[in-house]
């Protein structure tokens, strides 16, 4: 079983703060895709890296591949309340299926 | 913009019931999913259906059917419901088309068996 563990597990930050998380494995991935999920609602796709080393930029989230493509990071700059949310990293394990990390789950305070 | 919607936000069973929950996609995918997800245990992959009539086994089958006459609806059948499928029970789909692998989900049926 490929497994994805992110951390921080649980993050609280004041506004404004900067922030990284990560998502390690030791298995390669094709791909792998960032989601924000809100209270309440399903996942949203953020962001799909593919290639090792790769460096996605989406207005304040810096999203990066590493190399090997076993790992990835996303960065926040300058955190915002709308920020909050579980984000969850999830690897292509498959012709169809995806596999999740368990989430890391943030809260900006105003 | 592509829409996934559940039947029910919330639903309410006894243990031993049998309990459906149906997905509808408009987007005409290819691929559906369910997943429940557990705090601590994040998303687990329930069965998967690749096309109209297909489905297969996802990570944690035990105690759940499901079922795939039509393209755009995918349902999850819980047999015969008990207390530790209290869960958040999400769907997804996906098309085939194209090399992105973007799941869209549904916004979810929390289900509590008493």
């Known amino acids: 079983t490929q497994l994805l563990e992110q951390s921080p597990q649980f993050l609280s930050i004041q506004e404004g703060e900067n922030l990284t998380v990560y998502c390690n494995s030791s298995s390669v991935f094709s791909s792998l895709q960032w989601y924000r999920q809100e209270p309440g609602e399903g996942p949203v796709l953020l962001v799909t890296v593919v290639t090792g080393g790769e460096v996605k930029k989406l207005k304040r989230l810096t999203f990066q591949f590493g190399d090997a493509r076993k790992d990835s990071s996303l960065h926040i700059t300058a955190a915002q309340p709308g920020d909050t949310g579980l984000y969850l990293c999830a690897g292509r394990t498959g012709s169809y299926q995806l596999t999740f990390g368990k989430g890391t789950k943030l809260s900006v305070i105003p | 913009d592509v829409k996934v919607t559940q039947s029910s936000r919330y639903l309410v069973k006894r243990t031993g019931e049998k309990v459906f929950l149906e997905c509808v996609q408009d987007m005409d995918h290819e691929n559906m999913f369910w997943y429940r997800q557990d705090p601590g245990l994040g998303l687990r992959l329930i069965y998967f259906?690749?096309?109209?009539?297909?489905?297969e086994k996802g990570d944690i089958p035990e105690g759940y059917s499901v079922s795939r006459e039509k393209k755009e609806r995918f349902s999850l059948i819980l047999e015969s419901a008990s207390t530790n499928q209290t869960s958040m029970y999400l769907c997804?789909?996906?098309?085939?088309?194209?090399?992105?692998?973007?799941?869209?989900f549904g916004p979810g049926t929390r289900l509590t068996v008493t």
């Open positions: 997804a789909s996906r098309t085939t088309s194209g090399s992105s692998y973007e799941q869209y």
């Open positions: 259906s690749y096309d109209v009539k297909m489905k």
